[in-house]
């Protein structure tokens, strides 16, 4: 099964903490949010994970890579810029 996990946004609400760091790589309870969303989709049955990227992608790909430390495979989708919610991906 496949899923797409929107993460391109700036995360401007939360202020300093994403000056530098993407939303989704925020850790609780001592891993990315971004983790915790992968692995309950692996544990759905979702094997096939697309995530959409734009702030600082590289610190999301150089953590995720391919996925299969987490049995799934991952893709990558790069916004050059930012196209909102429903032309995400």
Request: net charge positive; aromatic share 10%.
């Amino acid at each position: 099964m496949r899923a797409m996990v929107l993460s391109a946004g700036y995360g401007t609400r939360l202020g300093n903490l994403t000056r530098e760091m993407p939303k989704p790589m925020l850790f609780l309870e001592g891993r990315p949010m971004l983790e915790h969303i992968i692995c309950h989709l692996a544990r759905q049955g979702f094997d096939q994970i697309a995530i959409n990227l734009h702030f600082k992608p590289e610190i999301v790909q150089n953590y995720f890579g391919d996925g299969s430390k987490w049995c799934v495979k991952i893709t990558y989708s790069y916004e050059p810029e930012l196209l909102g919610t429903a032309r995400g991906g």
